[in-house]
């Protein structure tokens, strides 16, 4: 069984352009997150999933971030500008069970 | 507030024992799970504590203690593989059962 798989795995943009992060969870995973991780810092939860609705993005900074999840599966998180304070590394994770979530292998995002 | 924490940094011996203590004040709570976290990777889970109490998988054991929001995680047998970032996480199903984690402690480990 596939694990839950993110792209691109490195992104290096210059600030103010935008930038999209992909992630398809594990087949039959209803939740779906998405956390951003600081250098020696835990994940932050930025948005997480229920099927396609978005059931707590209070910690995502909507005036740059979106994300979407149309069919219940997949999901692209975008920043819109980026700004240099973005550079992070961005993970996404899906859970089907009480066992806590399955991490992507992440984007790791440079910001210059 | 939600807090979540844990040492920065711990350094061990090959072969020797390690204990890395979590303590947490959240809303709610269901279940604290540790995950371990080698440089540019993903997390991996460990073991998850929902009941006070020891939980052994191996090497690694893990104990929790909901009256005094205490949990550690005991590595035996250290081997320089061990080497990487332990991250406790609280699920709080009054913040919509997210998982809340603390900075994490990176151990390192020597010969």
């Known amino acids: 069984e596939a694990g839950v798989v993110q792209s691109p795995r490195y992104k290096i943009i210059e600030k103010k352009q935008p930038v999209a992060f992909w992630c398809n969870p594990i087949s039959g995973h209803n939740t779906l997150y998405w956390y951003r991780q600081n250098l020696g810092q835990g994940p932050e939860l930025l948005i997480r999933?229920?099927?396609?609705?978005?059931?707590?993005d209070s910690q995502l900074p909507k005036d740059r971030f979106s994300a979407e999840r149309l069919k219940g599966v997949d999901s692209t998180l975008k920043i819109q500008p980026a700004e240099l304070g973005d550079s992070a590394v961005y993970l996404c994770?899906?859970?089907?069970?009480?066992?806590?979530?399955?991490f992507g292998s992440g984007t790791r995002l440079t910001v210059v | 507030g939600q807090n979540i924490d844990q040492p920065t940094e711990m350094t061990a011996t090959e072969g020797a024992i390690v204990q890395i203590n979590c303590t947490y004040q959240?809303?709610?709570?269901?279940?604290l799970f540790w995950y371990q976290q080698h440089a540019g990777e993903a997390p991996t889970f460990l073991s998850y504590n929902v009941l006070d109490g020891l939980e052994e998988k191996g090497r690694f054991s893990s104990f929790l203690s909901r009256s005094k929001g205490y949990s550690y995680l005991l590595l035996k047998e250290l081997q320089m593989k061990d080497s990487a970032s332990y991250l406790c996480a609280v699920r709080d199903p009054n913040q919509g059962g997210k998982l809340i984690f603390g900075q994490g402690t990176e151990l390192s480990v020597k010969p």
């Open positions: 959240t809303s709610g709570f269901n279940g």
């Open positions: 994770a899906s859970s089907g069970n009480n066992y806590g979530y399955t």
């Open positions: 999933y229920e099927n396609e609705e978005a059931v707590d």
